[in-house]
């Protein structure tokens, strides 16, 4: 039988949680309350995802809303209710909205269509309970990819009528069960390379297998090529299946992977960092391979134990939330134990980025505009979303939240 996971029973959740706190405010910069006939989700180029969280952060509610502008203090008078932590895709102006994990609520993808004025419904496609879509790809107008997490497979639908035209099977090359945890992929020349966790019931990584696998498929067939694996330095986790910029391109079409480990949660086996898969190529590079658990962090008496999140903003940097081991807490769900950082991958340097709060595991969202990076950040004295100019090296605060803010896109 398939594996299922409890979630209840385990630290994903923590681990995986994308969310923020519901924060009703006075100050607020995203208006009023909706107008009946009105589109619902609010107004704005700003799409933001909130989460009611419980005091032991591991349930609640999520919202999801547009706003004007980060300034101010956010409110969520507008937003749509989703499953708790639901995972978002975004391309052009379509956005999809994925099931909480587990059983609870709907289990159902459901795609919206972005206006300034506010989120339309105009699909959803069911899906089988428990087994946990992630995040949709686009190959084309009218083909995408959707992993399911629990059951190793990847749903193969049309974005634009939210049908399913196609599967591709992973079962074959999961260590030890019938699924190999397919997570974020990316599509190079061609080719989807989608990453395979590779965790064991406990939701950790295999003992035996602390590698880093991933599937190589045509997208003209749909056929998985070949699965390659790095095995030089012990990384393993590669991508967390929500998160979007943990598998990226630079300049020179090389393909990174940031790899997350034990999350910190194993004080015995630390290893995290990146790989890579050069253009051109279709096999990792070990010697680029880099375990950054023994790297200095300049300003900072602590080294990562797991990235929690990153994104890559040019020239070989990479802006990341890493995790501190000496930090976790007695509650993995609710620790502030996330440190912003920039990490150099041609200099293989790590530095702390002073002026932004500790986070906990819910709050890593990340972006890059207009020459600023946002961090968003659940700090004990100060919450929302934080500014870092690397020009300058200035941190400026964006806007404020009274919990976390988790998810952020910019409509253009």
């Known amino acids: 039988m398939m594996k299922m996971k409890n979630v209840k029973k385990n630290w994903l959740p923590a681990a995986m949680s994308v969310a923020m706190l519901f924060a009703a405010s006075c100050d607020n910069n995203n208006g009023d309350e909706p107008v009946p006939g009105n589109l619902p989700g609010g107004e704005g180029n700003i799409l933001i995802e909130t989460t009611v969280k419980n005091a032991e952060g591991t349930s609640g509610q999520s919202y999801l809303q547009q706003i004007p502008e980060l300034s101010g203090t956010l409110s969520?008078?507008?937003?749509?209710?989703?499953?708790?932590?639901?995972?978002?895709?975004?391309?052009?102006?379509?956005?999809?909205?994925?099931?909480?994990?587990?059983?609870?609520?709907?289990?159902?993808?459901?795609?919206?269509?972005?206006?300034?004025?506010?989120?339309?419904?105009?699909?959803?496609?069911?899906?089988?309970?428990?087994?946990?879509?992630?995040?949709?790809?686009?190959?084309?107008?009218?083909?995408?990819?959707?992993?399911?997490?629990?059951?190793?497979?990847?749903?193969?639908?049309?974005?634009?009528?939210?049908?399913?035209?196609g599967e591709i099977d992973l079962g074959r090359y999961a260590h030890r069960d019938n699924s190999a945890e397919p997570s974020y992929g990316i599509i190079r020349d061609g080719f989807y390379y989608l990453p395979l966790d590779q965790i064991g019931t406990n939701w950790m990584p295999y003992e035996d297998h602390r590698q880093v696998d991933v599937a190589v498929i045509d997208t003209k067939t749909d056929k998985v090529l070949k699965v390659i694996s790095e095995k030089s330095n012990g990384l393993c986790f590669p991508t967390r299946p929500f998160l979007k910029d943990m598998i990226f391109t630079d300049e020179q079409n090389d393909l990174y992977i940031a790899c997350t480990g034990y999350f910190g949660y194993n004080p015995q086996y630390v290893k995290n960092g990146f790989v890579c898969i050069p253009a051109g190529r279709q096999e990792f590079d070990e010697t680029k391979t880099w375990d950054i658990s023994d790297t200095p962090i300049a300003g900072s008496p602590y080294k990562a134990a797991t990235v929690f999140n990153c994104k890559y903003i040019g020239n070989g940097k990479v802006a990341a939330y890493v995790g501190v081991l000496e930090l976790m807490g007695d509650n993995p769900y609710t620790a502030r134990n996330s440190m912003a950082v920039m990490i150099d991958l041609k200099a293989g340097s790590i530095g702390k980025i002073d002026g932004i709060p500790y986070t906990d595991g819910h709050s890593v969202a990340i972006e890059y505009r207009n020459g600023e990076i946002l961090f968003a950040a659940y700090g004990v004295d100060a919450a929302g979303v934080f500014a870092y100019n690397p020009a300058t090296g200035k941190v400026r605060k964006a806007i404020s939240s009274a919990g976390n803010i988790a998810f952020m896109h910019f409509f253009e």
Do not use: C
């Open 76 to 165: 969520m008078t507008k937003g749509i209710q989703t499953g708790f932590a639901a995972s978002i895709s975004v391309w052009g102006n379509d956005v999809f909205v994925f099931p909480e994990f587990g059983n609870n609520g709907k289990q159902a993808v459901e795609k919206y269509e972005h206006s300034p004025k506010g989120l339309k419904k105009v699909g959803e496609m069911q899906i089988i309970p428990n087994s946990y879509p992630v995040n949709l790809i686009r190959v084309s107008g009218d083909k995408a990819y959707i992993p399911l997490y629990n059951l190793g497979k990847v749903m193969v639908v049309n974005p634009r009528t939210m049908t399913k035209t």
